[in-house]
């Protein structure tokens, strides 16, 4: 059992940043990959970006590469989501999960309560 806790999310200008961090519980952090999610009013829940277990790989979405950088600390139980050049449209809940296999494939068997981000334009 894993339980998420994200934190961070807060209103800011367009082109600015953000920092959101997901906080696990338990000790087997290192064994799941984790990703970050995100859901829009009116919209469905959109994948954003995901990391390997120990933070080696990642990948992300078309519409968030280059701005986002997603990485973990395991040693504090801890994954973040950094934004750069906050846009309108990135105004969502924010959500990270976890995935007991691999972030290349994942299977997202726990989930955050979310933290909203709103962009003002």
């Known amino acids: 059992q894993v339980q998420l806790v994200e934190s961070g999310g807060g209103l800011v200008q367009a082109g600015g940043s953000l920092s959101l961090s997901c906080a696990a519980s338990?000790?087997?952090?290192?064994?799941?990959?984790m990703g970050w999610f995100r859901q829009a009013p009116g919209k469905e829940r959109e994948f954003v970006a995901a990391?390997?277990?120990?933070?080696?790989?990642?990948n992300y979405a078309d519409s968030v590469k280059g701005r986002f950088t997603i990485s973990r600390d395991n040693a504090k139980n801890t994954v973040y989501l950094s934004m750069n050049s906050l846009k309108a449209e990135d105004t969502a809940v924010y959500f990270c999960?976890?995935?007991?296999?691999?972030?290349?494939?994942?299977?997202?068997?726990?989930w955050g309560q979310g933290t909203q981000v709103t962009v003002s334009s």
């Open positions: 999960a976890a995935s007991p296999r691999s972030y290349l494939r994942p299977e997202y068997a726990y």
């Open positions: 990391i390997s277990m120990s933070g080696s790989g990642t």
């Open positions: 338990g000790r087997t952090f290192s064994s799941y990959a």
